[in-house]
């Protein structure tokens, strides 16, 4: 091979080795290029990806606001709304506290007028009493001097007339005792069967009776409910329900001051018709046969009416004594109710 071929082949080769290195060059600026561009894209996704989650919190962040606001303000308006639902319970517990007071002042009041009317009627009724009885002694006493008079004289006329004058007079009284008589009769009847209701109802082991009754009788007592109603409305009420062993108690007490009561009421009619003064060392039954005793000196005189009336009175009165017996049972019976509510006794129930 001649030295020209040579020297070609070298410069061959140089001109290929010099275009590898050419295109080696530019494909690794290409992908230099490449990478440059690749990195610019994934930084400017990045960027983009900050930048909306950076949006995304700031949006949150001022919803998050806004709604601790909204909530902020619904607790302030609910708090702004207690306070005003506290002030006008407030204000309607104080309007009802006022109603109450000024209904018991009420009550009271009226009370107090009804008992001095009460009082000035009794007053007034005693004071007629004794004017009926003045009148009628000073009409006996002239019958009889008119009678004696005319006796004398010998002319007899007017006698009857005027010896007419006292059977009238204590007629009219003695209806009016003895209606009050049988009124006072037929309530002490009602109320003896009451309390027999009452007694064999706790005795046959009824010891249940709702909180309504002995709430509204403390209520009652107070003047807050029923104020126009009696004892006989409030029994009605709870006429068909059991009765317990406090309430048992409660009416025990109510029943022996309404046959006090209802004693001195005997007493009263007793005397008013011719028993004398009352005297609380004697007994109703001392003044009613010594009432019967002074009708009867009378003779020809003596009014059945009063008689009647007396007798009457001392039916009740044995109605009366029969009363405080069936007390004492109610007694007896929610002392052991009691007992057996403390200390029930044991029952067999079978056998294992």
């Known amino acids: 091979m001649s030295t020209w071929q040579i020297s070609g082949v070298i410069v061959l080769i140089a001109i290929i080795g010099i275009v590898a290195t050419m295109i080696w060059l530019m494909v690794n ?4 290029r490449k990478k440059q561009l690749k990195e610019r894209l994934i930084a400017t996704r990045q960027a ?10 700031a949006a949150a962040h001022k919803m998050s606001q806004e709604r601790l606001a909204a909530k902020r303000a ?18 309607r517990v104080a309007a009802e506290r006022a109603a109450v007071e000024r209904e018991i002042a009420e009550w009271a009041i009226a009370e107090q007028a009804e008992n001095e009317r009460v009082r000035a009627q009794r ?8 004017e009926e009885v003045d009148i009628r002694m000073r009409a006996v006493e002239e019958a009889i001097a008119e009678w004696v008079e005319v006796g004398q004289y010998g002319s007899s006329t007017e006698q009857p007339v005027k010896l007419n004058v006292l059977p009238e007079k204590t007629r009219s009284h003695a209806e009016a005792i003895q209606q009050q008589v049988q009124l006072t009769a037929k309530e002490v009847a009602k109320e ?5 209701f009452i007694k064999n109802r706790i005795e046959a082991d009824v010891d249940f009776l709702p909180v309504e009754f002995k709430h509204t009788i403390n209520e009652w007592k107070v003047g807050k409910v029923f104020r126009r109603s009696t004892f006989d409305d409030l029994k009605l009420k709870f006429r068909y329900k059991a009765y317990s062993v406090e309430d ?27 028993g004398g003064t009352v005297d609380k060392s004697q007994t109703i039954q001392a003044i ?10 009378k003779q020809l005189e003596m009014d059945v009416d009063v008689i009647y009336a007396l007798r ?29 509510i403390i200390a029930p006794p044991w029952q067999e129930k079978g056998t294992l």
């Open 29 to 32: 600026h290409s992908r230099g």
């Open 48 to 57: 983009a990806a900050r930048q909306r989650v950076a949006d995304k919190r």
């Open 74 to 91: 619904a607790v302030e308006r609910q708090a702004a709304k207690r306070a005003e639902i506290a002030k006008a319970a407030a204000e």
């Open 123 to 130: 007053q007034v009724e005693k004071q007629r009493e004794a």
């Open 192 to 196: 003896r069967d009451e309390l027999e």
């Open 248 to 274: 048992g108690y409660e009416l025990l007490q109510m029943y022996r001051g309404w046959v006090a009561e209802q004693r001195e009421k005997l007493a009263g009619f007793a005397q008013s018709l011719g």
């Open 288 to 297: 009613i046969e010594r009432a019967e005793q002074n009708e009867r000196e």
């Open 312 to 340: 009457n009175i001392r039916d009740i009165l044995e109605r009366l004594i029969n009363m405080e017996i069936l007390l004492k049972a109610l007694d007896e019976v929610c002392r052991k109710r009691s007992e057996q």
